[in-house]
């Protein structure tokens, strides 16, 4: 920089540190402060969210995925809702706009000894004002950007029929504990058999249950799945019935369990088929916590017409019920049953 043009930039942040405002300044200083500021701001750093040395808790793992999946069953921005959430630490962008300004006027100090303490405080300021804007503008994080591979949270694919809430499918029994043979015969067991791979049938011969089916109001027969049943079942019926006779509850539900990194349910689409490269096939009583798993199944595909995926964020979670033994859980999730991205399925047993 020649001494004219540092003489020029030195006279435009005087006249700016003793004008009121924008008021006072000529054309040329406004033009001179604002190629100043926008030097300042690119050779300032600011990133809103930067990656963590400590990995979240599931407790906290399952907050942030309520959040990214309420997103997307509202067809909102995740990652704006992730910003809103106060769940992530964010950096503030006035104090790297502070030491900016700092940084640009201290090039100058020499040209600005007659400036009052106040005209000087002034100065940083209003530079720190318009660096500001800048910094946040350039900046391109995400919230994802916080998450590291290891940031993990419970998710929980709820077989239910759709268009009903989740929770409003669960499994009762008629007994005063959760039997087998004893399963109310509703359209919420009949959709999860036929998620699992079996029609009714199939569960009356292997249990004995002769309860007359509950018909849905105004209907006269209990609707048939808006899926084709598995030709391959996820487990055999003797599985099921070990999760069904140790649910601890009359009330429960069937699900699909994994623990799976955070990152991944942000750019997955619900309305597609979604592959868990490996899910614990479980009953679940999420009002009153129990939980008990009989087998993990690999690479296992579902649709939105088998069911919801959701966290466990209001509710008894599986690992704050039972204190899971994590690496038995963990899983990739994507769209991999469409083709779509890779995952692990290499790890797919226990342990």
Not at 172 to 189: G, K
Not at 200 to 214: F, M, P
Not at 246 to 254: R, Y
Request: hydrophobic share 40%; charged share 20%.
């Amino acid at each position: 920089m020649t001494d004219t043009m540092t003489d020029a930039c030195a006279g435009a942040l005087v006249a700016l540190a003793r004008a009121a405002g924008d008021d006072g300044l000529s054309p040329a200083d406004e033009v001179r402060i604002d190629e100043l500021v926008a030097e300042a701001a690119a050779a300032a750093w600011y990133c809103a969210f930067e990656p963590s040395r400590d990995c979240l808790t599931l407790k906290q793992g399952n907050a942030i995925a309520e959040v990214i999946l309420d997103a997307h069953a509202s067809c909102e921005d995740v990652h704006a809702a992730l910003a809103t959430s106060s769940l992530f630490p964010r950096n503030e962008v006035w104090p790297a706009a502070r030491e900016a300004a700092h940084d640009l006027v201290r090039r100058y100090d020499e040209y600005l000894q007659d400036l009052t303490r106040r005209e000087h405080a002034a100065l940083l300021s209003e530079l720190a004002c318009r660096i500001e804007p800048l910094l946040a503008d350039a900046d391109t994080s995400t919230p994802g950007d916080a998450l590291s591979s290891c940031d993990r949270a419970e998710v929980l694919f709820v077989l239910s029929p759709k268009g009903k809430h989740p929770l409003d499918a669960s499994i009762t029994s008629h007994r005063p504990w959760p039997e087998f043979a004893e399963m109310y015969v509703t359209e919420d067991l009949v959709h999860a058999l036929a998620a699992l791979g079996y029609t009714l049938g199939d569960y009356r011969k292997a249990s004995g249950n002769g309860h007359a089916s509950e018909r849905p109001r105004g209907k006269v027969l209990i609707g048939r799945p808006d899926f084709p049943r598995r030709p391959t079942p996820l487990c055999s019926l003797e599985a099921v019935r070990e999760m069904v006779d140790n649910a601890c509850s009359t009330n429960f539900l069937f699900v699909l369990y994994a623990m799976v990194p955070i990152a991944q349910l942000i750019d997955l689409d619900p309305a597609r088929p979604v592959t868990f490269s490996r899910a614990a096939i479980a009953t679940w009583d999420p009002w009153n916590g129990t939980f008990h798993d009989a087998v993990s199944v690999p690479a296992v595909t579902v649709t939105p017409a088998m069911g919801t995926l959701m966290s466990p964020a209001r509710w008894y979670s599986p690992d704050h019920i039972c204190g899971l033994v994590h690496s038995w859980y963990t899983a990739d999730i994507g769209q991999g049953g469409e083709g779509g991205c890779e995952l692990n399925t290499s790890a797919c047993g226990r342990g």
